[in-house]
C-alpha cells in the first residue's frame, strides 16, 4: 500500500513541477499536467479501496526538525474512503481537462494552472492522510491557499478577485477556528499526534469538550458551507475554471465533513450529550432547505450547482446529526445507519456535483456564458454532454434507482428510527426534520426541472446557443466517467454497503452490514426486511419491464403509427425562443409562496405610447432576492471590524521613534508579567 | 417463485385495467350531480384505444426527452402502484421498495412531465410545469409526515406489513386519531396530486386554470394515451394506498384462490367507493387560485403533525 502512496506522490509532484519546468508549448504542458495527476488519481482509487479492505491502519511518518511536526500518515477505512472519493472526482476532472485547457488557451497560464492542480489534489488528499495536528494544519492551509489561486485563475475579471478575497477572508477565519479546536486538544496530550488527540494523558473536562465541538463546527462548517457560513461558496466556486469548480463543490468541502467525523466521533470518543446531535440536525435542516431555495432563484447555472452544495452539505449533516442523537441515547446499530447514510451521499454527491459542474463547464465551452437563460436547445446539439447532465440530474434530485435515492432513502429511514429515543421533544424533530428534506427534495425537483427543462430542451434562446457544438471527447470521457460512477454506485449498494460499513463500525463499536443488507444483498434494509426495504436492482429492472410493457401495449393496440413532424402550436402566431418560459418565469410561484424567505424586491418600469395608456412601447424588469445573511449578519460586523480599524489607524503615526517606544513598552509588561 | 410471478402480472392486469374505469366512475359521478346524464362510465377505455390508433403529431422543437416521457411515466407509475398491496396483503415486490420508494417513484413521472412541459417550448407547457413544481414541492412534506404518521401506529414503512398488520388488527387501532388525522391529510395529499379540484381541474383547457393539462398540452396519439393511462394509474395507486392502509377489509391474507377472489372483489368495492367520494368532493368545491392552493396543503401538514403529536402524546 505504501508503494502505491509513492506513486500517488511521485505523480502529483510530477504533475507540480514539470508544466512549469518545460519551454513554452501549450500541448505538452495540457499533457505533463493532465497525465501525472491521472496517474495518480488513479493510483488513489486502487489505495482507496485497497485502505477500505484492509484490516489494520497503515501508517508511516518522516520526522522534521520543526519541533512538534512531523509528517505522519495514517490510512485507516475513514481516510481511505475519502482518498477514494477525492480520487474518483480528480481523475474524471483530470481527463476531462485535456479537453477544456485547451479551450482556456491565452486566457491564463495554462502551465500555472496545471500545477495548481495538481497541488490542489494533492493537499485534499494529505489533507484526510494526515495523522498530526500540525501537519493537518499545513496542508489545510495549503489547500485553501492553492484553491484560493485556482479561484482567481481569471483575475482579470473583477467578479473573480472579490470572490477570491471574500472566500480568503472567510476560509481564515475559520481556519482560526481550526487551530484553536487543535490547540485544545494540543492542551490535553501536550502533543500534536492524532493518537494523544484520540487518547490524552487527561481526559478532556465536558466543558472544554463542548468548546472544542463548538470551535470545529465553526471551522470546519465554514468550509463545508453551512448556512450561515455559506455566503462565500455561491461565489468562490462558480468563479474557478469548471474543473476545479467541480473538485471545490465535489470533494473539498467533503474534507471538512471529514475532518468533523474525525473530531467528533473520533478525537471525542464518540460520547455527547443530545443536544450536539441536535444542533447539527438543526443546522443541517436549515442548510439543506436554505439551500436549494437560494439555489432556485439563481439563473447562473454554476452558482446554482453551488447553493446545491449547500443544500447536500445539509443533507449529509442531517444524518451525522441523526446518528449523533443515537449514539447519545446508546442505540449504536442506528448511529451507525446515520453516519452510513451521511457517508454514502458523500460520495454520491462528489459524483453527480463533479459530473453536473463539468456538464456546466461543457455548456461554458459550448455557449460562453453561464447564463441559463441565453442556453435552450441544447440536448440537440449537444446530445453527449446532455445525456451526463440529465443523468446528473436524476440522481441529485434522487430519483430512484440513482445513487442520490439510495443514500436519502437511508437518510429518510434513520430519520424515521427515532421513535426509539426515550425523549419526546427529539422524536417530534427528527420527524419534522424529514418532513424539511422532503420539502427540500421536492424543490430540488423543481430547480433541476428548471436547470435541465430551460438549458437543453425546447428552442435556443441566443446566437451563441443555436451555434452551439458538442464538447470535445476528452470533455465526454471526463463526464461519462462519472454518469456510470453515479450509476454503478446506485445499482450496487450491496458493493458499497460493507465497505462503509468497515468505515462505521469502529466509530459506533457495531457492524451493521448483515443487518443492513437484506436478501442476498438484493436489497437494503433498516432493521429488519419487515421494518422496510429497498432494492435499487429491482426497481431498475421493473422500470425497465414496465417500459417495454409499455412499448408493447402500444404495438398491441395500435401499433406504431408513423408519427408526423409539425410546429408547436403558438395560438397561430409562428413559435419564437422569445415565447418560451423563462427560468424566472419558471419559479416565480415558488418566489411569491416562499416571499418571505426572499424577500424580493421587484422594480417595473413602463414606457407608454403617447397616444394610449394601454399600450407600452417598452418595459423594464428587475428583480432581486434579498441577500438576508450577507446584510444582517456579515455587513454589521464587517461594518464594526472597519470602524475599529479606523479607530485604531490613530496609532500608526509613521514615526519611527513611536514604534520604538511601542516596542519599549511592550518588553517591560511582558518583563513584568515573567515575574 | 411462479406464484410471485403469476401474482405480480395479476397485480399488473388490474391495476391496469382497472384505471380508466376509475376515470370514467368519477366522471359519471360528477355527471349525475350536475344532472347530466354523462357519457359511459367504460369511455375512457375507448378513448385509450382511439388514441392508440391515431397518428401522433409531434412538435419539431422537441427533442427525445418528450417521446421517452410517457414511457417512463407509464413505467414508474405502474412500478408504484406493485408496491402497493392490492388485493393480497403481502405484495411480491413489496420488498423492492416501501412507502418511501413509492413516493419518490411518483416524482420520477413528475419530473419528466415537467421536463416534457418545457419541451415544446411553447408557453403553455413551461406554465403547467412551473405551477406542477409548486403543488408538488408543497404537498411533499405532508405526503411524508402523514406516511410517518402510518408508519408509527404500524410500526413498520413497509406496505406490506402495515397493511398485513393492519388487516390482522396486530397491535393497531388502540387510538384512532393519529389514524384518522393522517388519512385526513393524505387525501388532500391525494387530491392535489393526482391534480383532482380544488387544487387543479382534469376538464379544464382554459389556460388560467391548467396544471397537469398544460403540460400535456402538446401531446397526441399514442403518447397521449399512455399519458392519460398514467394519470388514470397514479389516481389509482392513490386510492389503493388510501383504501388499504386505513380499510384493509376483506384484503386476502392468504394465498387460496377463495381468499384472492374475495380480496378482489373487495378492493374493487373499496376503490369504486373512493372514486365516487372524489367525484362527489369534486362537485362540492370551486377550484382554488393557485396561491390559495398553499392554504389547503399548509392544513394537511399541519393535520399530518398532529396525527403525529397526538400519537406520542397518547402512548405517553
Known sequence: ?675 | MLDAFLLIVMQTVVLLATAPLMVGLIRKVKARLQCRRGASVVQPYADLIKLFRKQPVVSSTTSWIFTATPYILFASTLAAGLLVPVFISRTPLSFAGNIIALVYLLAVGTFFLMLAGLDAGSAFGGMGSSREAIVASLTEPAMMLSIFAIALTAGSTNLSTIVHKTALLEGIMTDPSPHLMAFAALVIVAIAETGRVPVDNPATHLELTMIHEAMILEYSGRYLALVEWAAGLKLLVFLTLIANVFAPWGIATSMESAALGVGLAAYLVKVSGLAVLIGILESMFAKLRLFRVTDLLGAAFILALLGLVFFYVLRG
Open chain 1, 1 to 675: 500500500m505504501l508503494n502505491l502512496l509513492w506513486i500517488l506522490l511521485g505523480g502529483y509532484v510530477a504533475g507540480i513541477l514539470l508544466p512549469l519546468c518545460l519551454p513554452r508549448q501549450p500541448n505538452a504542458h495540457i499533457i505533463t499536467a493532465t497525465v501525472p495527476a491521472i496517474a495518480a488519481t488513479s493510483a488513489g482509487v486502487v489505495l482507496g479501496l485497497l485502505g477500505l479492505t484492509s484490516s489494520e491502519p497503515v501508517t508511516g511518518s518522516l520526522a522534521s526538525t520543526i519541533p512538534l511536526l512531523t509528517f505522519a500518515i495514517r490510512i485507516d477505512p475513514l481516510a481511505a474512503f475519502f482518498v477514494l472519493t477525492i480520487s474518483v472526482a480528480g481523475l474524471a476532472a483530470s481527463i476531462y481537462a485535456i479537453g477544456y485547457l485547451q479551450h482556456f488557451d491565452g486566457r491564463a497560464s495554462i502551465p500555472m494552472l496545471g500545477s495548481l492542480f495538481n497541488g490542489f489534489l494533492l493537499s485534499m488528499t494529505l489533507v484526510v492522510l494526515a495523522d498530526n495536528g500540525f501537519f493537518f494544519l499545513m496542508v489545510w492551509e495549503l489547500m485553501s491557499l492553492l484553491s484560493y489561486f485556482l479561484v482567481v485563475s481569471e483575475h482579470e475579471k473583477a467578479a473573480v478577485r472579490y470572490a477570491g478575497l471574500f472566500y480568503l477572508i472567510m476560509t481564515h477565519v475559520g481556519t482560526v477556528f481550526i487551530i484553536l479546536t487543535f490547540l485544545i486538544f494540543f492542551q490535553a496530550g501536550g502533543s500534536f499526534a492524532f493518537d494523544t488527540f484520540r487518547h490524552p494523558e487527561q481526559p478532556l473536562p465536558e466543558s472544554m469538550k463542548t468548546i472544542a465541538f463548538l470551535m470545529a463546527l465553526v471551522g470546519f462548517g465554514t468550509k463545508a458551507g453551512i448556512v450561515p457560513l455559506h455566503v462565500w461558496l455561491p461565489y468562490a466556486h462558480p468563479a474557478a475554471p469548471s474543473h476545479i469548480s467541480a473538485l471545490m463543490s465535489g470533494v473539498m468541502i467533503k474534507t471538512a465533513i471529514y475532518a468533523l467525523i474525525r473530531v467528533y466521533f473520533d478525537f471525542l470518543g464518540g460520547q455527547f450529550p443530545w443536544w450536539w446531535g441536535f444542533v447539527i440536525l438543526v443546522i443541517g435542516a436549515v442548510s439543506a432547505l436554505l439551500g436549494v431555495m437560494y439555489a432556485l432563484m439563481e439563473h447562473d447555472l454554476k452558482s446554482l450547482l453551488a447553493y446545491h452544495s449547500v443544500e447536500n452539505i445539509g443533507i449529509i449533516l442531517l444524518g451525522i446529526g441523526a446518528g449523533m442523537i443515537f449514539q447519545t441515547y446508546g442505540l449504536k446499530e442506528f448511529a451507525a445507519l446515520g453516519l452510513l447514510a451521511a457517508l454514502y451521499h458523500t460520495i454520491n454527491h462528489a459524483a453527480f456535483k463533479a459530473l453536473l459542474f463539468l456538464g456546466a463547464g461543457s455548456l461554458l465551452y459550448a455557449t460562453h456564458t453561464r447564463n441559463m437563460e441565453e442556453y435552450g436547445g441544447l440536448l440537440r446539439r449537444m446530445p453527449w454532454t446532455g445525456a451526463c447532465f440529465l443523468i446528473g440530474s436524476v440522481s441529485i434530485v434522487a430519483l430512484p434507482p440513482t445513487n442520490g435515492f439510495v443514500s436519502e432513502w437511508l437518510v429518510f429511514q434513520s430519520l424515521f428510527l427515532s421513535f426509539h429515543i426515550p425523549d419526546t421533544f427529539l422524536k417530534l424533530m427528527l420527524p419534522l426534520a424529514a418532513a424539511i428534506l422532503a420539502l427540500t427534495g421536492a424543490l430540488a425537483l423543481a430547480c433541476f426541472a428548471k436547470a435541465f427543462g430551460i438549458s437543453f430542451l425546447a428552442l435556443p434562446r441566443s446566437t451563441h446557443a443555436r451555434h452551439a457544438r458538442e464538447a470535445p471527447i476528452p470533455m465526454r470521457i471526463g463526464m461519462a466517467l462519472l454518469a456510470t460512477v453515479c450509476v454503478a454506485l446506485g445499482l450496487g449498494p450491496m458493493v458499497v454497503v460493507p465497505l462503509l460499513d468497515r468505515v462505521v463500525a469502529p466509530f459506533t463499536g457495531v457492524s451493521i452490514e448483515n443487518q443492513v443488507l437484506a436478501l442476498d444483498g438484493w436489497a437494503l434494509a433498516t432493521v429488519d426486511v419487515e421494518f422496510s426495504s429497498l432494492s435499487p436492482p429491482v426497481l431498475a429492472l421493473l422500470l425497465g419491464g414496465l417500459a417495454v410493457l409499455g412499448l408493447g401495449i402500444v404495438a398491441a393496440f395500435g401499433g406504431f403509427v408513423k408519427r408526423r413532424y409539425y410546429k408547436t402550436w403558438g395560438c397561430g402566431i409562428n413559435l419564437t425562443p422569445r415565447m418560451e418560459y423563462t427560468a424566472t418565469g419558471f419559479v416565480q410561484p415558488i418566489k411569491r409562496v416562499f416571499s418571505s424567505i426572499y424577500q424580493p424586491t421587484v422594480k417595473l418600469e413602463t414606457e407608454f405610447l403617447q397616444e394610449s395608456q394601454y399600450f407600452a412601447k417598452r418595459r423594464r424588469f428587475e428583480f432581486h432576492v434579498e441577500p438576508v445573511f450577507q446584510k444582517y449578519l456579515y455587513d454589521p460586523v464587517l461594518a464594526f471590524v472597519a470602524a475599529l480599524a479606523g479607530r485604531l489607524r490613530v496609532i500608526q503615526a509613521g514615526s519611527l521613534h513611536l514604534y520604538l517606544t511601542y516596542i519599549f513598552v511592550t518588553l517591560i509588561v511582558l518583563l513584568l508579567f515573567a515575574v
